[in-house]
């Protein structure tokens, strides 16, 4: 989504400043590695003297300071930049507390973590409360972040709902299988797949044909294994780990139903608007997920998929059981989750809206 907005925003009239090169991959963009801007023996004086006074301010202990800024400065300027778009709210904040005052409209775009489980530290909503003062607008992919960061009186007047969206053209539903599931995305706490994975293998144990396969790696990828091996169920449940997109996005187009039971970890942290349950209504499956974060403004139950509370797994078996018996009309659903993506999904549509409230900050 990142290197998308890289690509695409404004024709590819862009130039780029992050931390690491690995973060920017795609395309040639103008660019500062913030990594390798000089850190003088003064420069280092002057970082601890930053995070002692951040300490006292009761800011984050790191911050844009000394040489760092100038550098980030000079770059905007030889760039000739109009506008600054942060992707991530918690680089935005930072960002646009150092350098807010330069003249340039900076926005930036919260995404899931950094309005979930950052905003749980005072710290990080003393920094946001600063810089929101000083940003021209702000992007959320779902309307739960940015009602999460309003429950800490953290509100931004020119505020967006706009999630990253799909290419439609590309996402498209092929000849669905009979009976299969997916699941794609980071095997992590969040999600919690271990749930999507022993619901599946209590509910299609008596239905031999109905397979679940599970794309993406992570941290629970052994634990969930470990539960296909305990209900020998290895031969309708294939975890296949991290794979690239053009596989993903193959398995997706021919699979029927969507599974994802999302989660808010106990640390705080909480999905936006899920990327995998974008493609997945572009594809034509129908979802079957949790009532979690941004998810209910994607999915409308009954029409393009059903939703449980989060860790209801009796309710979440009972979805499935309903998907295998022949319960919902797979046909119809896959035909409005493919609509709904088509009106208010296509990344392309999206970024033009983004553009045209970045544009008008410019213009004033």
């Known amino acids: 989504m990142v290197n998308f907005h890289i690509e695409n925003m404004f024709d590819g009239n862009s130039c780029v400043c992050c931390k690491e090169e690995r973060e920017y991959q795609t395309v040639k963009r103008p660019l500062l590695l913030r990594s390798q801007i000089d850190r003088s023996p003064f420069g280092r004086v002057l970082g601890a003297v930053a995070k002692v006074s951040n300490k006292i301010r009761k800011l984050p202990a790191n911050s844009i300071y000394g040489n760092e800024r100038k550098q980030i ?22 960002v646009a507390d150092s350098i807010g005052d330069c003249g340039i409209p900076i926005f930036t775009y919260y995404r899931g973590y950094d309005a979930t489980m950052r905003a749980r530290s005072a710290r990080q909503r003393n920094l946001i409360a600063r810089a929101f003062k000083k940003m021209e607008g702000v992007f959320f992919v779902s309307e739960f972040l940015r009602d999460n960061l309003a429950r800490y009186g953290l509100v931004h007047p020119n505020s967006h709902v706009l999630p990253s969206g799909v290419n439609t053209d590309k996402f498209l539903p092929a000849q669905k299988r009979k009976a299969s599931f997916i699941a794609v995305g980071r095997l992590i706490e969040k999600k ?13 144990k008596s239905n031999p044909e109905a397979t679940l396969e599970i794309l993406g790696g992570g941290p629970m990828q052994e634990q969930c294994q470990e539960i296909v091996r305990r209900e020998g169920m290895e031969n309708q449940v294939k975890l296949f780990g991290e794979q690239p997109h053009e596989i993903v996005l193959k ?34 499956c129908a979802i079957l997920a949790t009532r979690h974060a941004g998810i209910p403004d994607l999915v409308t139950e009954g029409q393009t998929g059903h939703l449980v509370d989060e860790l209801d797994q009796d309710g979440y078996r009972s979805l499935i059981r309903a998907a295998l018996a022949g319960d919902y009309n797979a046909a119809q659903m896959s035909k409005n989750a493919r609509d709904f993506a088509v009106a208010n999904l296509d990344n392309r549509d999206l970024i033009k809206r983004v553009e045209t409230i970045m544009e008008k900050a410019v213009k004033h």
């Open 251 to 284: 398995h997706l187009q021919q699979a029927e139903f969507f599974l994802q039971h999302s989660v808010t970890s106990p640390g705080g942290d909480a999905e936006g608007a899920p990327t995998s349950i974008q493609e997945a209504l572009a594809c034509g």
């Open 73 to 94: 400065l000079e770059f905007l300027k030889t760039e000739n930049v109009d506008v600054v778009l942060c992707d991530f709210g918690c680089i935005g904040a930072e």
């Open 192 to 204: 919690r797949p271990d749930l999507t994975v022993e619901a599946f293998c209590k509910e299609a």
